[in-house]
């Protein structure tokens, strides 16, 4: 069964300070991993997702994450954070030609001016 | 293009009562699902179709129902209404891009904030 950890529920960083949410993930066949934004109010949206091509995934808005086997994470960062960053962010899971995915529980992002 | 639309945004039900949630998506895509988001749980997969006429239970799928007539429309019903499901409901669709296609990238609606007194 897969299943996705995030650690932190909340996250507080300064404007301009890295950014750095947790993910681990465990699947039983290699994994497709997705992290995705959403703003007060709003729907899910896709940031970014690694489908094998490249162990580092570059998304939108500046995010990129790692995918690392050994660890089984997949890590999210983003070397200066904006105001505009302020979210939860998911990270996610499906299964190899799967489409039924798993999310975390989210992590909230508060940016400090 | 106006992706998944979902109606009503906000709902106050009586416990007993029932409703349906609409969510309609104009992107042709074949896999539609039902999540609910409960604070600080993530988001639950309620059922999910693969195409019209076919649908599936997900994780949480008690107090539910779905169909699929049309490819676009994907309703979920409340048939009696219980405190337990105050949450907001999203709507997502996918395409199919198969076993190699890479892993399905899901696009959501805006949610209905669904209270139920």
């Known amino acids: 069964a897969q299943s996705v950890t995030q650690l932190g529920s909340h996250v507080s960083v300064s404007e301009g300070a890295l950014v750095l949410l947790r993910c681990n993930y465990s699947?039983?066949?290699?994994?497709?991993l997705f992290w995705y934004v959403q703003y007060p109010n709003q729907g899910l949206q896709l940031l970014l997702k690694?489908?094998?091509?490249?162990?580092l995934v570059k998304g939108i808005n500046g995010f990129e994450a790692e995918f690392k086997k050994s660890e089984t994470s997949f890590h999210l960062t983003k070397p200066s954070a904006h105001m505009s960053d302020a979210a939860e962010y998911f990270c996610?899971?499906?299964?190899?030609?799967?489409?039924?995915?798993?999310f975390g529980a989210g992590t909230r992002l508060f940016v400090k001016a | 293009n106006a992706g998944v639309t979902q109606t009503p945004k906000f709902r106050i039900l009586k416990i007993g009562q029932s409703m349906t949630l609409q969510c309609t998506q104009d992107?042709?895509?074949?896999?539609m699902y039902w999540y609910r988001q409960d604070p600080g749980m993530g988001l639950k997969l309620i059922y999910y179709?693969?195409?019209?006429?076919?649908?599936d239970k997900g994780e949480v799928p008690n107090g539910y129902n779905v169909s699929r007539s049309t490819t676009e429309d994907f309703p979920l019903r409340l048939e009696l209404a219980a405190p337990s499901q105050t949450s907001v409901y999203f709507c997502?669709?996918?395409?199919?891009?198969?076993?190699?296609?890479?892993?399905?990238?899901?696009?959501f609606g805006p949610g209905t904030r669904l209270t139920v007194l």
């Open positions: 179709s693969v195409g019209a006429g076919i649908t």
């Open positions: 699947s039983s066949v290699p994994p497709y």
């Open positions: 997502a669709s996918s395409p199919r891009q198969g076993a190699s296609g890479g892993g399905d990238t899901q696009y």
């Open positions: 690694y489908t094998s091509a490249a162990t």
């Open positions: 992107m042709n895509h074949n896999y």
């Open positions: 996610a899971v499906s299964d190899t030609g799967g489409f039924k995915t798993i």
